[in-house]
């Protein structure tokens, strides 16, 4: 049984470019949420998805921006990239409010 | 946003030494998880603990929660080179969607 997978692994961007990270969930989980870690610090809390929907959101600017397909999978697009963008975004899947699982992360780099 | 401070931020030790890593808050905690992360790896839950005074062992590893549940520590006996990581404590989940990370203690467990 396959994990939370997150693509791609590494991204380097240069300032005002978008960027769309991928996460597939873990098996049988619904829920997806999406956390940024800046360098040093723990993960910040940007949003969360169920059913297609946006259910909670961080404190992000509306420049963060996420999808769930019907298998899911979700993705976070970041628009007019800025240099402290840069940071590792970690995806987590959940079934309903259990236990959420991290995948291993997408380092993104702004130039 | 319950506001979680860990100390110390970093703690380099020699194998077989024991220590203690502390999470604290100005307001209580429905529940508490503690999460492991590795180099590039995402956060692994280590163990939840949701009554006051609750204490739980996971092998060499003993975390203690508070009789308010306003504080949260976890013990390492015999540390090994396999627990370096960032030890993150954390609030939030189950009907609080988000979780809410502190920042991390750092822990290098040097051979």
């Known amino acids: 049984d396959a994990g939370v997978t997150q693509s791609p692994t590494h991204l380097i961007k240069t300032r005002g470019q978008q960027v769309t990270l991928r996460c597939s969930p873990k098996?049988?989980?619904?829920?997806v949420s999406w956390y940024q870690q800046a360098l040093g610090q723990g993960p910040q809390f940007i949003f969360q998805?169920?059913?297609?929907?946006?259910?909670q959101r961080g404190n992000f600017p509306d420049r963060f921006s996420g999808h769930q397909f019907p298998n899911y999978s979700s993705e976070l697009n970041v628009n007019a990239l800025l240099l402290g963008d840069s940071a590792l975004y970690l995806c987590?899947?959940?079934?309903?409010?259990?236990?959420?699982?991290f995948g291993p992360g997408t380092r993104l780099t702004v130039l | 946003t319950q506001l979680l401070e860990q100390s110390p931020q970093f703690l380099s030790i020699q194998e077989g030494e024991n220590l203690t890593v502390y999470c604290n808050s100005s307001?209580?905690?429905?529940?508490l998880q503690w999460y492991r992360q590795e180099p590039g790896e995402g956060p692994v839950l280590l163990v939840t603990?949701?009554?006051?005074?609750e204490v739980k062992k996971l092998k060499r590893l003993t975390f203690q929660f508070g009789d308010a549940r306003k504080d949260s520590s976890l013990h390492i006996t015999a540390a090994q080179t396999g627990d370096t990581g960032l030890y993150l404590c954390?609030?939030?989940?189950?009907?609080?969607?988000?979780?809410?990370f502190g920042k991390g203690t750092l822990l290098t467990v040097n051979p």
């Open positions: 098996s049988g989980h619904d829920t």
């Open positions: 603990v949701v009554t006051g005074g």
């Open positions: 954390v609030s939030g989940g189950g009907s609080n969607y988000k979780l809410t």
């Open positions: 307001s209580v905690f429905s529940s």
């Open positions: 998805y169920y059913e297609e929907e946006e259910r």
């Open positions: 987590a899947s959940s079934e309903l409010a259990y236990e959420q699982f």
